[in-house]
């Protein structure tokens, strides 16, 4: 008989290799959630550029850093699991936080999340896609400090978040992610953009990147390059954001930024000090400036 249980021990300290991570906590929650739980009913469809996917009807086959199809018409996966592991690390969530997660899929990494705050946190949820919400919503039953909701993460419930964790890809974050943000509160999310002229689904360029809220403003540090489905409704931007995005791209530099600027008294920040510029918000090399934030 197959002992899963120390199958999941196995991938969660490899998955922390992967990611070049050491976290307990972390390794913790991927070693105790079921991921053949939130895969859907067997044979899977498993991709992997790193490491060979088993059988398709054998849950130990999802132990491994490989992208379990979730909608493949919509290119829908719920995942690498290193990759995971290291934005999960990045966030830096608490027990008693209260975490929303935006692009939930079927809840895998809402559960370790959940897993993560404890009894006392708490998990709001945020999926897009009708289906894939109300499969989540089921995955999740037996985790009752996360909750399920249908519909635009751009817009999540009015209140404060400790964390904030996204996992698919925009060409502008949401404005109401920062307001929700308190002082000490981090939001992790990846920035992209979808090759040109076509409906693409998934990111050409991509960069994960850390906003931490402070008493000056929005520090930012850049995490690691990635790849990610792209945003639908409006953090997907316009075609001229879109292009200007993926010019910074192609630029380089993006390690470099130090903080997220907001226009303030419809004042634009300064473009010479910033790899991306909109007259609305900026990326900036410079850390966040003295007075209120950005």
């Known amino acids: 008989m197959t002992d899963l249980a120390a199958i999941r021990r196995r991938f969660a300290a490899r998955m922390m290799s992967i990611a070049r991570v050491s976290d307990d906590r972390i390794e913790d929650a991927f070693s105790r959630v079921a991921r053949e739980s939130f895969a859907g009913p067997p044979p899977w469809t498993l991709y992997s550029d790193r490491e060979r996917a088993g059988a398709p009807d054998d849950p130990a086959s999802l132990y491994a850093d490989v992208l379990v199809a979730l909608d493949p018409a ?3 996966n719920n995942g690498s699991p290193s990759l995971h ?3 999960l690390h990045r966030l830096g969530v608490r027990p008693g936080d209260h975490v929303l997660h935006a692009g939930v899929g079927t809840g895998y990494y809402t559960a370790i999340l959940a897993h993560l705050v404890g009894t006392e946190g708490s998990v709001t949820a945020i999926e897009y896609d ?7 919503r089921d995955n999740l039953s037996g985790w009752p400090n996360a909750i ?6 751009a817009m999540p419930p009015d209140r404060r978040y400790d964390r904030i964790y996204v996992n698919f890809a925009v060409a502008q974050p949401s404005m ?10 981090t939001l992790v999310f990846p920035l992209g953009t979808p090759p040109p002229g076509r409906h693409a689904r998934h990111t050409q360029h991509c960069a994960l990147l850390r906003i931490t809220a402070t008493r000056l403003g929005f520090a930012v540090r850049y995490v690691s390059p990635c790849g990610f ?11 001229a954001l879109r292009a200007q995005l993926r010019e910074a791209f192609i630029r380089d530099g993006i ?24 007259p609305e918000w900026s990326l900036s090399y410079d850390p966040p400036k003295l007075g209120r934030r950005d």
């Open 85 to 87: 592991a290291l934005m």
């Open 255 to 278: 390690e470099f930024v130090q903080s997220l600027r907001r226009a303030e008294r419809n004042q634009p920040p300064p473009p010479d000090r910033a790899w991306f510029w909109t």
């Open 74 to 76: 919509q290119g829908v």
């Open 130 to 136: 009708k289906t894939l919400a109300g499969r989540a």
């Open 176 to 185: 109401h992610w920062l307001d929700r943000l308190p002082t000490g509160g």
């Open 148 to 153: 399920v909701l249908e519909g635009d993460a």
């Open 229 to 239: 489905v792209f945003a639908q409704g409006p953090l997907a931007g316009d075609a």
